[in-house]
């Protein structure tokens, strides 16, 4: 049965909770006078949640950091650093061919403070003018098409075109929390940090393939604020960093560390990729990434169980087409120990666990998927830098 999405403050609980009776349980994003601490899984009987149950299900589940978080409330200090001038910003917005989920991540944006950001909606490739004349409708926002299709192609556009100092990225499949853009940008008094990203949340978990892409390969990264630092970490080891669906970069990270590589990402072979792979130039450079809970957005989860597989295979592409592009490029030969130390103490036992038929297995078939993935890789990053050779030189 479908998960109801509850968004609940701590501090003012309703006695009862009534959700839809289609609902068997219910994913509670759990506030404290706004800031996201943490999360919880609740049953749902006859369309309820008792609110006894409710209260310590959500205070056990936050652990210390309620408390870590009412104490800093408390002593009113900010682990971000005092308040300073912020950078101006500019909102850019990736699409495909997708205007229903265009107009809802749309219509979240304007709900913003207006802090005196820029909109762009970088139309990457469209078979239609769709987008282009649903953005009419949205006079703040500037439209831009980019006709070489692909993801980074599209963000690198968006950093290129962009006015503001600082430009928070996030998908057309996404819907922006009214807080989103500010706490994305409150966290770049440190002139050392050139990328931030948020939590990702689902949207909906109304089908199977939803719940199973939440389970196995969630966006979000926690509810504790997080500084990475190549210095102190493994820059090579960004899964946990977060996602380009939620992002911000600064204008100046073109001259730092350089563009998104456009070999990499949705739309080309290589499939995905691109935003760990900046990751891993940022960190070398001796710059740092943050991860900011307060940055939340949500994010529509593939409905259909063939799409789920799909996605599982394209992470397995992209993730070996960036570790390939890392081998290759920067000549960093850890990657082929790294590619054995996922296999061995997670892709392998996973895949034990589901052939045995173990409770709580991910499903075979999403396993395989990304496992084949894996293996079409590294040639797929071949096939996407000679594909973007030859439009490179045609361009030319």
């Known amino acids: 049965m479908a998960t109801a999405i509850l968004d609940l403050e701590i501090s003012q609980l309703p006695p009862e909770i009534a959700v839809d009776e289609r609902y068997s349980k219910a994913l509670v994003l759990i506030r404290l006078h706004g800031k996201p601490i943490g999360q919880a899984y609740l ?57 229903e989920d265009l107009r809802r991540c749309l219509d979240a944006l304007m709900k913003l403070p207006d802090d005196g950001q820029e909109y762009l909606v970088i139309d990457n490739c469209p078979a239609t003018d769709a987008s282009r004349e649903l953005v009419e409708n949205y006079p703040k926002v500037r439209y831009v098409r980019e006709d070489m299709a692909g993801s980074s192609t599209a963000r690198n556009r968006a950093l290129l075109e962009a006015k503001g100092e600082v430009i928070a990225l996030t998908d057309d499949d996404a819907v922006p929390d009214p807080n989103w853009l500010r706490s994305l940008v409150r966290n ?21 393939a939803q719940e199973w892409f939440e389970r196995y390969s969630p966006h979000g990264r926690g509810y504790q604020r997080v500084i990475h ?33 456009e070999a990499l990402g949705v739309g080309t072979p290589a499939k995905c ?29 593939r409905r259909e169980w063939e799409d789920l597989r799909k996605i599982m295979y394209c992470y397995g592409i992209g993730v070996y087409a960036f570790w390939t592009r890392t081998l290759v490029k920067n000549r960093e030969f850890s990657i082929p120990q790294l590619a054995w130390g996922w296999f061995r103490y997670k892709q392998w036992p996973e895949l034990v666990a589901s052939l045995q038929n173990q409770p709580g297995c991910i499903p075979k078939d999403l396993l395989l998927a990304q496992l084949r993935g894996c293996v079409n890789g590294p040639m797929a990053y071949f096939a996407s830098r000679k594909r973007l050779q030859e439009i490179k030189s045609v361009d030319s």
């Open 43 to 99: 049953p749902v009987v006859g369309g309820r949640i008792g609110g006894s149950e409710l209260r310590e299900t959500l205070m056990h589940a936050t652990g210390d950091n309620l408390w870590k978080n009412w104490l800093y409330e408390t002593l009113e200090w900010d682990e971000r650093g005092p308040v300073q001038a912020m950078p101006t910003a500019t909102v850019a917005v990736c699409t495909r061919d997708r205007p």
């Open 188 to 208: 770049f008094n440190d002139p050392r940090v050139m990328c931030v990203t948020g939590l990702v949340m689902p949207l909906e978990l109304e089908t199977d």
């Open 229 to 261: 630092d190549g210095a102190h970490c493994n820059p090579l080891i960004v899964a946990q960093i977060g996602v380009s669906a939620s992002m911000a970069l600064r204008k100046s990270a073109i001259d730092c560390v350089g563009l998104f590589d």
């Open 273 to 301: 990729g691109e935003d760990h792979e900046l990751y891993v130039r940022i960190l070398t450079a001796g710059y740092r990434i943050v991860y900011e809970p307060r940055a939340l957005s949500w994010h529509r989860h």
